[in-house]
């Protein structure tokens, strides 16, 4: 017995019939083909497209195969192939990339920053860069150990420290902390936004502003919640990081913070 009609499709062109694969460029309209769901192409990312219908609802889908229909015919959607820039290739930093770079040992020099979402802004936008100075960047899961977390590393004069503290604005629990490390071998520098999410500009995610987010109300959740993304924290976040191509999508007030952190870390003692 066999499962199915042997003899259906077209078996002599075996070639012809496959499922097209389509480039999710921006404004591309489409349907999810389980849920129903038409918009536009508003992110794409290797994992997942985000789709916005005409009411401006937002919804995220993986990007399986055979799973959305373009114009009544069913395709595989892909993420779009990066342009090659003419000239001298850029780091999404804006400084000119070191073709050819081979790893080198890692200085003992470090920079802190507070969660894993800060970590791999930072690696998107700067890892290039950091690599090119064998700096090494770690999360610490919250700053609220910060001045034992300091004393455990250890700072000297060739062993320096930089952390990237979230919300860092005067009369703040993390400014207090932050006061604690006296250290002329760390530099504690912050920006003014709650999360690290802030730090994007809301153009890049298509969206006019973060959302206000009442106390008491978790802020990732609240953002969310506001926004009518029916997603994860986690699955959210992809799509933010996702849109993130390059330093001019993120805010001037982090952009000096981590520049000055690299500054400081690979200063000549």
Not at 42 to 70: M, N
Not at 107 to 129: C, T
Request: charged share 25%.
């Amino acid at each position: 017995m066999y499962e199915g009609d042997v003899l259906a499709g077209n078996w002599r062109r075996p070639g012809k019939g496959k499922i097209p694969q389509v480039p999710a460029e921006l404004d591309l309209v489409v349907e999810d083909a389980e849920s129903g769901f038409c918009g536009a192409v508003v992110a794409c990312d290797k994992e997942a497209v985000t789709l916005e219908d005409r009411f401006g609802k937002r919804r995220l889908f993986p990007l399986a195969p055979a799973a959305f229909l373009l114009e009544g015919k069913v395709v595989t959607l892909v993420r779009p192939a990066a342009t090659p820039a003419a000239g001298p290739r850029r780091t999404a930093s804006g400084s000119i990339a070191v073709e050819g770079l081979r790893a080198r040992v890692a200085k003992e020099s470090r920079i802190y920053v507070e969660g894993v979402h800060d970590a791999a802004l930072v690696e998107k936008i700067w890892g290039h860069d950091l690599r090119v100075e064998g700096v090494v960047v770690e999360y610490l899961e919250g700053v609220d150990d910060l001045p034992a977390i300091v004393a455990e590393f250890g700072p000297s004069p060739g062993r320096r420290l930089g952390v990237l503290v979230d919300h860092l604005v005067p009369g703040s629990k993390e400014s207090r902390i932050a006061a604690q490390v006296t250290s002329p071998h760390v530099l504690v520098v912050g920006h003014p936004y709650v999360d690290i999410w802030q730090a994007v500009k809301p153009s890049v995610v298509r969206i006019p502003a973060w959302p206000d987010v009442p106390r008491g109300v978790p802020w990732k959740e609240g953002v969310i919640a506001a926004l009518g993304w029916r997603v994860e924290p986690a699955d959210a976040w992809r799509r933010i990081l996702g849109a993130v191509s390059a330093y001019t999508d993120l805010e001037p007030e982090l952009l000096g913070r981590v520049e000055e952190l690299i500054d400081f870390v690979t200063e000549a003692s």
